[in-house]
């Protein structure tokens, strides 16, 4: 039961990632504080590291801030926070639009991000932490569409079984057949959902393993032997 729900967790938190509608919600408060006040563990953590908010990221930089440089970064999120809400808004259902309007609005927050490193970093940290944020988006990204790919794969199968039930009922000519039909369907369905919930796994390990592998780029390259 435990896994089933991380699965499902995993699955909605990959669809809310990079979406905007969690980020509305969060990206104010979060710069009430400036970059850097969000849970993260260490180099093996599997806690999902967010753009504004990276606790383990700012253990590991000579971050120095201002009131100046943390009310520009309020200000540019706040500026994309509302673009973002006019595109959704004007694209209404349409599905394409609203994905442009999401990789405007994770753009338009790198951009803040990346500034805000630059104003309140080291020189040589900045390339280092813009190395670790590129990697972590890409991560994410790729999270996000391996869990919409194998949300599309489980509805293509689901109605594929289902035409395949209805036709079989359509021809069945005594309750044996159709008590057959159901069971083909019900054993049919569950390997579906099985090779559903393996491919969130396997998607979930393949993140947590590139956000291990980011974080131990950069503290390698923060800390040269």
């Given at each position: 039961m435990k896994t089933r729900r991380a699965i499902a967790a995993t699955a909605a938190a990959a669809l809310l990632i990079g979406s905007g509608i969690a980020a509305i919600g969060t990206t104010s408060a979060h710069a009430r504080h400036g970059v850097g006040t969000s849970q993260g563990a260490g180099p093996g953590s599997a806690v999902t590291p967010n753009l504004v908010r990276d606790r383990w990221l700012e253990s590991q930089v000579d971050r120095q801030t201002s009131a100046v440089t943390r009310q520009a970064l309020r200000e540019a999120l706040a500026q994309a926070r509302s673009t973002f809400r006019d595109a959704v808004a004007a694209a209404g259902t349409d599905a394409a639009l609203r994905e442009t309007a999401r990789l405007a609005y994770a753009t338009a927050v790198g951009q803040a991000v990346s500034a805000f490193d630059m104003a309140t970093l080291p020189a040589d940290q900045v390339p280092v932490v813009t190395a670790y944020r590129t990697a972590i988006t890409s991560a994410t990204e790729d999270l996000r569409a391996a869990v919409q790919a194998?949300?599309?794969?489980?509805?293509?199968?689901?109605?594929?079984?289902?035409a395949a039930l209805t036709t079989a009922l359509g021809v069945a000519l005594s309750a044996e057949e159709r008590r057959a039909a159901f069971q083909i369907h019900r054993e049919g369905m569950t390997s579906v959902r099985g090779t559903y919930r393996d491919a969130l796994r396997n998607a979930s390990t393949q993140f947590a393993a590139a956000i291990k592998a980011a974080r131990l780029d950069l503290t390698a390259a923060l800390n040269p032997s």
């Open positions: 194998a949300r599309a794969d489980l509805r293509a199968s689901g109605d594929a079984l289902n």
